[in-house]
């Protein structure tokens, strides 16, 4: 059965976004960017809540465009594109790119998306990690510290009454000073 992997960034605090959605803290240099390339080619499909969708797709799609757009960057953008994506949303009413719209986090589905074959599938974005870890549909989490406190924003995990076991499987640093904790669940 695939797995379900939360793939986040964060800051040294615990931050995923600065208090007005600001990103511009990350680390993304072209190592970390290979790294992430190398990552979510293998898997199955994303799983994107409609704000994560909304700013992939405003960047994504024109990336060969811009004459800043770094080798890294061009390599990501047809890894995204084809990747099947599953983007919950009540009010989008139009999506592209190999995109299949859901309206809201149901466990059963998911489990039955879960049993199908294919590779792990990653799920981005805050709001939709709250509802999946809700739900305790996470089964791998990958969380990205990089190296920088920004005092305030958006939390990577909710508050919550439930405790979740975890076994680290893996450490990476990158010379960007970004550190990668991987970690499954043991229960």
């Known amino acids: 059965m695939r797995k379900i992997i939360l793939m986040m960034s964060v800051s040294l605090d615990?931050?995923?976004?600065?208090?007005?959605?600001?990103?511009d803290w990350h680390?993304?240099?072209d190592e970390l960017h290979r790294h992430f390339n190398d990552e979510l080619r293998t898997m199955g499909g994303f799983l994107e809540g409609r704000v994560t969708y909304e700013l992939m797709a405003g960047v994504w799609p024109t990336v060969d465009a811009d004459p800043a757009s770094t080798e890294a960057?061009?390599?990501?953008a047809p890894i995204w594109?084809?990747?099947?994506k599953f983007v919950f949303s009540r009010t989008l009413e139009r999506a592209d790119w190999n995109t299949t719209i859901v309206r809201d986090v149901v466990p059963e589905e998911i489990l039955a998306l879960k049993a199908r074959p294919g590779g792990d599938l990653v799920v981005g974005?805050?709001?939709?990690?709250?509802?999946?870890?809700?739900h305790d549909l996470v089964d791998e989490f990958r969380v990205y510290v990089h190296?920088?406190?920004?005092?305030?924003?958006?939390?990577?995990?909710?508050?919550?009454?439930?405790?979740v076991p975890l076994r680290?499987?893996?450490?990476r640093a990158f010379g960007n000073g970004v550190v990668l904790l991987r970690y499954e669940r043991t229960a």
Not at 73 to 76: A, C, G, K, L, P
Not at 155 to 162: Q, R, T, V
Not at 168 to 171: K, R
């Open 125 to 134: 974005g805050p709001d939709l990690a709250a509802a999946f870890l809700r």
């Open 27 to 29: 680390r993304v240099d």
């Open 168 to 171: 680290l499987i893996e450490t």
């Open 73 to 76: 960057m061009r390599e990501f």
């Open 14 to 23: 615990g931050f995923i976004e600065g208090p007005e959605r600001q990103l």
């Open 81 to 84: 594109l084809e990747m099947p």
């Open 147 to 163: 190296p920088v406190l920004i005092g305030r924003g958006k939390p990577l995990f909710p508050s919550s009454d439930a405790m």
